[in-house]
Structure formats: structure tokens, C-alpha cells
């Protein structure tokens, strides 16, 4: 075990942030592709389902937008877990190109959907989303599993934290893009208002702006396809799946750069009696608990986590930051619900992120799992008791206005559920199930984990889309029945987030712990062989 030993106790070195820049681009392309579906989900309506016997501005159908919403989650949930398996099978490096390929590919022809009617060119596109998932799933426990495994375990808490907050870039820019796009198109095609003239609202050039934001979803993964091509196989994959020392301690020495050529060649002498399997009683009494706590909640997190994003422009709506649909064009529509996200990421979304990885592995996992979870339902149940006097009531001489509340306050308190998710369990979610268990079962275990988190997605991006409509005759969206309203949305949400708060203690702290100390492949098996006695004291860069 010198070898791993050497690797965890490595100083911080170049390799370290290449490899999250390589890990991060494939999340910040993760985000950006899965988010970016939310901004532009009215423009769709507008082109592609117009009644012009109707006096309000086309919209999705209910199983249309579910099906735009849903279908990438699906396939997010398949690639998580086909990739976890094949990540412990085949090696990480071996299946870590092709989630970043399939995504490049999946990106193009997203944009490039096609069809004569709108029933076609929504089937196309779901069909290409379903496997943009597929791939974007495959990133979850291949990339968490790499970071966790060339980081030495003073920092790795932070490394694969800023892996994962790359999504907060990805969210921003998705929504930054759609506010250039609309800028552009609008500078160059003004439009009247729908409630002027309905047909020109919506000029026949935005079809290309959704498609435009698609099609640069490719462009980080595409930067990045060359470099983990040549990433070199993990040391711990190597040496305890698949029991080549020396290769390990080779690969070693290109990611910390040390000079080990006085190295004699050693020879494994793995306990295989103790290799046992995922579906094991073995494995059932050693982390069958710790699998229960990462899955479930993960769980619970996605269902308030994704189900926030995608009913956010509701909740802008309801506090007046976007004016009634029929009283903008097409593209002013996007322009004013991605600036209104993009503020949200900014001042939010982003932040959260980054004080994780700032203080993941000074306070652990635990506590800011724990505290997220608290204060995402503290915020969530200030918004459902105070709704009424934070959002207003319509007013008298305009209904379709807000007169009184405090919108600024709401808005706050919404923005610090997304802050303490991010500055929570969104990310030690993330983190722990790389951490927890063995190097052969590690990236499967990962993937079911990250498999039940959008399995939770799923049900908020299906359930809670038809929950938040209105509850009295008017109020839902056009082919929307009546729901529970937002008030009644974020008491729900509420009591998830209390569930996961509970179940957080089934998660143990893994700060400062060594990876076969927590999975406890250091008792397992022994490794023989002549490595330098000051290999670990003394291992430093190469110059």
C-alpha cells in the first residue's frame, strides 16, 4: 500500500488542476446542457405551438414540456449507472472519452433536430436529449471517482467539490448566452408585442436562436476531448482492480511527477477471498447502510434541487419580475426569464458552489450536508408561510400586476435555498459516494447513488411542473389542470428537505481519511516489493 500511501500524502501540484479543468469542463457542459432547456422552453411554445384562435402566446402542451424536461434525466439516470459499471470494469480511463464524445455528438444534433411539424421536431429532439443524458450521466461517477482518486486526502474534498461546481459556470453561461442571442436577434429583428400583433412577435430567425444554444453546448467538451484521452489510468484502479503494481507506481509518477526509476519491480499478493461483490452479504454489512445514506439522499435533494430550476420562471411571474407573456415579443420573453436566471446563478447558485469547496474539507462533509439541508428548509418554509404578504395580490386597476409584498425579500430567500444547496447537499452528495467505498466497486456504487439523485430529478421535473400551476380556474397555464400553487409547492419541498436532514446521519465524515482507510481495503490486502523507504517522506516535483 506505499504506493497509495505515497498518493495521498502528495503535495498539491499542477496535475491536480489540470485534471479538474479536464473533469470540470465535462460538468460545466453537463449543467449548461441540462439547464439551458429551461430558458428556452416558452420560446419553443412560441414557434412551434401557435393558435392563432387563441389570444395567448403558443405554449408547450403539458406532455410536451415533461417530455423536453424529463427525457434528458432519463438518460442521465441510464448513463450513471451503465458508466459506474463500466468504470470498475473496463478502468476509467477506458470509458472516460466516450461520455464526453457522445455529449459533443448529442450537442450537434440536438441543435440540429428537424422535421415538417412540430410533433416531429419535438420527437427528434427528445431522442437526441435522451442520449446527451446518457452521456452527461457517464460523467457523474467517472469523474467524481478520477478526482477522488489522484487527490491526496488533505484536499481531495476541495478537488472534487470544484469538479462539480463547474456546473454553476455552466448554469450561468447557458443563461449568459441566451441573453446575447436575444440581445443580438432583437437588435437586428425588432418585434411588436404579442398583444399588438401576434404573428410578427415571433419572427421566423428564432428558430435558429434555440439551436445556436445547443449546438455551443459542444464546444467546452470539445476542448477538452484531447487531454482525457491522455489521461493515464488511476493508481488505485491499477493496483487494487487491477493488481499491477508497477504499472500503478508508474502511473504514479506521471501524476506526481517524482522520480521513482529506483524502483524494483514488485510483486501482488491480493487477498481475492476478500474481493467480495456489490450484491454480497459482505458488502451489505460493511456499506449497505453507507449505500442507503448516499442514495437516498441524494434522493431527496434532487427532487427540491431540480424542481426549483425548472419552475423558477413561475416564481418570477409571481413576484412581477416577468411581465404577463402577451405584453413582450418571442425574444424578449427569452431575454427577460434568462436574465432573471442568470442573477439567480450569479448571486446564488455560484457562490454556494465555491464555498464548499472552500470549506469542504475544513468543516467535512457532514456538517455542511446537515446545515444545507437545515436552512434549505428553514428558507422554503418562510416562502410558505409568508408567501401571501412577500408576493402581494393583484391589483385593483391591473390584475395581472402586483400591488404591496416585499418582491425583493422573496426573491432573497428563494436565492438562499439555492445558495445552501449548492453550500450543501448538492455537492457533498456529490463527493462522499467516491469516497466511501471500495476501489472496485466505487464508480458503480457512485453511479447508483448519482442514478437515485435523478430518479429524484425525475420526479420533480414531472410531478412538480404540474404541482406549482395555480389552484383556482384561470391561474394554471394553458393545457395545465389546477395544482397546489407555489405556496403549497414549497411546503412539500419543505418536508424533503427535512427527510434529508434525517438521513444525512446514515453518511459518515470521510475528512481526512485515506480511501482504503474508509473502505477498508488497508486491511485487505498487502503489497510486497522494495520501493524507496523515503518514497513518501520525500516525494516532491520534478523540476
Known amino acids: 500500500m506505499d504506493v497509495l500511501a505515497a498518493l495521498d500524502k502528495a503535495k498539491t501540484q499542477w496535475y491536480h488542476f489540470s485534471t479538474i479543468v479536464i473533469a ?36 408547450l402542451p403539458p406532455n410536451v414540456s415533461a417530455a423536453l424536461n424529463g427525457v434528458a434525466l432519463c438518460g442521465t439516470l441510464c448513463g450513471q449507472l451503465f458508466f459506474g459499471w463500466m468504470g470498475d470494469r473496463l478502468g476509467r480511463k477506458k470509458v472516460y472519452g466516450y461520455t464526453l464524445l457522445l455529449m459533443i455528438l448529442t450537442s450537434i444534433a440536438s441543435a440540429l433536430s428537424f422535421g415538417r411539424t412540430a410533433k416531429a421536431v419535438m420527437t427528434t429532439l427528445c431522442f437526441f436529449r435522451f442520449w446527451l443524458g446518457f452521456g452527461i450521466g457517464g460523467d457523474y461517477p467517472l469523474s467524481a471517482t478520477i478526482m477522488s482518486e489522484y487527490a491526496n486526502k488533505k484536499t481531495r474534498g476541495a478537488f472534487i467539490a470544484a469538479v462539480f461546481a463547474m456546473q454553476g459556470f455552466g448554469i450561468l453561461t447557458g443563461a449568459t448566452l441566451s441573453i446575447i442571442l436575444s440581445a443580438i436577434f432583437m437588435h437586428y429583428l425588432p418585434r411588436p408585442p404579442f398583444d399588438v400583433d401576434p404573428v410578427r412577435s415571433t419572427p421566423d430567425q428564432a428558430d435558429y436562436v434555440w439551436r445556436i444554444i445547443f449546438a455551443l453546448g459542444a464546444v467546452p467538451a470539445a476542448l477538452t476531448f484531447h487531454y482525457r484521452m491522455k489521461m493515464p489510468e488511476t493508481a488505485r484502479y491499477t493496483a487494487l482492480v487491477a493488481h499491477n503494481n508497477k504499472r500503478a507506481a508508474i502511473d504514479m509518477a506521471r501524476v506526481l511527477q517524482v522520480d521513482l526509476t529506483g524502483i524494483v519491480d514488485v510483486n501482488p499478493m491480493l487477498h481475492r477471498e476478500f474481493e467480495y461483490g456489490l450484491f454480497s452479504k459482505d458488502f451489505a454489512k460493511k456499506h449497505g447502510l453507507q449505500l442507503l445514506g448516499t442514495t437516498s439522499t441524494w434522493f431527496l435533494l434532487d427532487i427540491a434541487f431540480y424542481s426549483q430550476n425548472l419552475f423558477q420562471k413561475d416564481v418570477f411571474s409571481a413576484v412581477g419580475w416577468l411581465p404577463a407573456a402577451a405584453t413582450m415579443s418571442a425574444l424578449e420573453e427569452l431575454f427577460r426569464v434568462s436574465r432573471a436566471q442568470a442573477l439567480i446563478a450569479l448571486f446564488s447558485t455560484v457562490p454556494g458552489y465555491w464555498f464548499t469547496v472552500g470549506f469542504v474539507d475544513i468543516l467535512g462533509r457532514w456538517k455542511i450536508q ?174
Open 24 to 59: 470540470g469542463l465535462g460538468f460545466f457542459t453537463d449543467a449548461y446542457d441540462l439547464f439551458c432547456i429551461s430558458t428556452i422552453t416558452r420560446l419553443l411554445g412560441r414557434i412551434y405551438y401557435y393558435d392563432p384562435t387563441s389570444a395567448n402566446p403558443g405554449t
Open 370 to 543: 446537515l446545515s444545507g439541508f437545515f436552512f434549505m428548509t428553514l428558507f422554503m418554509f418562510i416562502l410558505t408561510f409568508s408567501y401571501n404578504d412577500l408576493r402581494g395580490t393583484p391589483c385593483e386597476t391591473n390584475p395581472l400586476q402586483l400591488c404591496g409584498g416585499n418582491h425583493i425579500l422573496f426573491i432573497i430567500l428563494y436565492a438562499l435555498t439555492f445558495f445552501f444547496a449548492n453550500f450543501g447537499p448538492n455537492v457533498t452528495t456529490f463527493i462522499v459516494p467516491a469516497e466511501l467505498f471500495p476501489a472496485r466497486l466505487r464508480s458503480t456504487c457512485h453511479g447508483i447513488s448519482a442514478a437515485a439523485g435523478k430518479a429524484g430529478a425525475i420526479l420533480g421535473a414531472f410531478g412538480f411542473l404540474y404541482a406549482a400551476q395555480g389552484q383556482h380556474e384561470g391561474e394554471p397555464e394553458p393545457g395545465y389542470s389546477q395544482g397546489i400553487g407555489l405556496k403549497n409547492t414549497f411546503l412539500v419541498l419543505s418536508l424533503i428537505n427535512v427527510l434529508g436532514f434525517f438521513m444525512t446521519f446514515l453518511v459518515p465524515e470521510t475528512k481526512g481519511r485515506s480511501l482504503e482507510e474508509l473502505s477498508g481495503e488497508n486491511n485487505n490486502a498487502s503489497f510486497s516489493g522494495v520501493f524507496p523507504e523515503d518514497l513518501v517522506k520525500h516525494a516532491s516535483p520534478a523540476h
